[in-house]
């Protein structure tokens, strides 16, 4: 579904340096067209870790996968990433015009690009123009979240990482539907190729966190 640039309406995100950020939601469109929690929580958990030294994202290589509003990737680039948003072509004009709207406030860089998880003619494209020196970091805030989709957002993520890459992914947990099931589709199927580990609720923002969002880091096997 066309995301309708003409309804928005902003988020405000501090970082703890004082830097505002401001997302832009559309009122109409599917799912990618908010912000959800777990992509604030994650980014909430860059923030506090850059601050308290336990992590750069200065000059790395950033990958946001089913971005939507591309805010995680935002953020990233506000800590100094050159980062990339990426969602289903829809959603790259809502992912463009956050990045118009904040251009002024990141130390890094951020680009928007189109990437259906799967579409292995998007992957060596972006591989082969945008990211040829690999990638440091994927994130992804809760896209688990699709039956049909699970199997090639794993590939996506295992196509694109290198053994240099590591995975940042946040979920909400949900006991709707077979959500419950997919996460462990999910976590059954990147288990044969990272090593999967979840960050302590401790090492997340004291303030911006729930017990029900969790993030998970993934590094490669090999
Ligand atoms: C629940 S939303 C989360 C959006 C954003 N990460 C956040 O947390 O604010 C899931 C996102 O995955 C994207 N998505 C779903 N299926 C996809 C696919 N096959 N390829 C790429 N992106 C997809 C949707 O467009 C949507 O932006």
Not at 21 to 38: I, M, P, R
Not at 66 to 88: N, P
Not at 123 to 143: Q, R
Not at 203 to 210: I, K, N, Q, R
Request: some cysteine; charged content about 20%.
């Amino acid at each position: 579904m066309a995301v309708d640039l003409s309804k928005l309406y902003g988020r405000d995100f501090e970082l703890s340096s004082g830097v505002e950020l401001n997302f832009l939601q559309s009122e109409t469109g599917d799912v990618g067209c908010v912000v959800w929690d777990a992509a604030l929580v994650l980014c909430a958990y860059l923030d506090h870790c850059q601050r308290k030294g336990l992590l750069n994202l200065g000059h790395q290589t950033v990958l946001e996968l089913g971005a939507g509003t591309g805010a995680v990737g935002l953020v990233a680039a506000t800590l100094g990433a050159d980062s990339f948003v990426s969602d289903l072509p829809e959603l790259v004009p809502l992912m463009q015009q956050n990045i118009d709207k904040n251009k002024e406030k990141l130390s890094g860089s951020c680009q928007a690009a189109p990437l259906e998880w799967g579409d292995v003619v998007q992957m060596n494209h972006l591989k082969e123009t945008a990211f040829n020196n690999g990638l440091d970091y994927i994130m992804l805030a809760d896209c688990v979240y699709y039956d049909e989709s699970v199997k090639h957002l794993v590939d996506t993520i295992v196509c694109l990482s290198s053994s240099k890459t590591t995975v940042l992914c946040s979920y909400e947990e949900r006991e709707l539907g077979n959500k419950e099931a997919l996460q462990s589709q999910f976590f059954k199927l990147i288990s044969e190729h990272f090593s999967a580990s979840e960050i302590p609720m401790s090492e997340h923002h004291p303030e911006l966190s729930s017990p029900d969002i969790h993030i998970f880091k993934f590094t490669s096997l090999s």
